[in-house]
């Protein structure tokens, strides 16, 4: 991401725009040393790549927002840099016909290792920012890791899908610095959004749906934020269903923030009904607490406020976040 580090991300259970083949944090930490609340320095898991050792306190540290204990040091999984990468980009005329692109995609189980989506407005942004000449249409973003035989026939594969659903053009992006150029105007995606709306703000969200229900629920909320006249932009981790709304609002305007707070409500609603989830990967802190009981009921936050007296009776790690004791 955009702000991230080796700390926060595993403390969130973040994940990044390779998660789609490699997996979230959750997938990717083997183990913590962390500071306990009584001050006890802890360690959890081994360079193993498996263990039945015990209860599982690495996954208990992963996504508890240091709530339970500080992290000090992470041991990560390591990949080796694949014998080829080749990226590709194609812009479609709907939000729908990208996205059916996509669940095809994993539907057909193509190894991809990256597909981003940008809407129109995402994509009119990084052009802007990052000098770009992109079609100002709803786009994907692939990237493709493995054999150059292997990397040659999965795009092959996904350049078929993609012209089924009315793609236009199938950009190839062969060589490293043109990958880097169009991933890193994807990085800076957040800061290009700002320049929507000189002196705003962004709301972001990060809802996470079943991938078969990524279109449905892309162009209910389009919609809505059309409908209320709200600067944003959609982004989104597609390959994992995962999707962040960008609402410019005016911090100074309340009636706007309220309008942006409304759609990101509805939108959460329709995610969870949808057997999805309030966060993706950026975590509940203060802001997610009303939506963590949605989503997970009271029995299971009793649940979580009977681990977090145990292991901080005094409540001196990060308090009062992720929900109330």
Known sequence: GADASIGGMPATRASGTNAVRYGTMRENVLGLTVVTADGKIIKTGTRAKKSSAGYDLTRLFVGSEGTLGIITEVTLKLYPQPESISAAVCSFNDIASAVNTVIVTMQMGVPVARVEFLDENGVKAINKH??????????????????????????????EIAHEHGAIGFEWATRPEDRSRLWQARHNAYFA???????CRAISTDCCVPISHLA?????????????????SIIGHVGDGNFHVQMMVDPNDPEDIARAEAVNARMVERAIAMDGTCTGEHGIGLHKMDFLRAETGEGAVDMMRTIKRALDPDNIMNPGKIFSL
């Open 130 to 159: 990052d000098k770009l000449s992109l079609p100002e249409k709803p786009l994907l973003l692939f990237e493709f890791h493995g054999s150059e035989h292997g990397v040659k026939e999965q795009a092959e594969v996904v350049q």
């Open 216 to 232: 449905e629920i892309l162009l209910v909320t389009k919609a809505d934020c059309e409908q209320q006249q709200l600067t944003h």
């Open 193 to 199: 959004l700002l320049q929507l709306r000189p002196g």
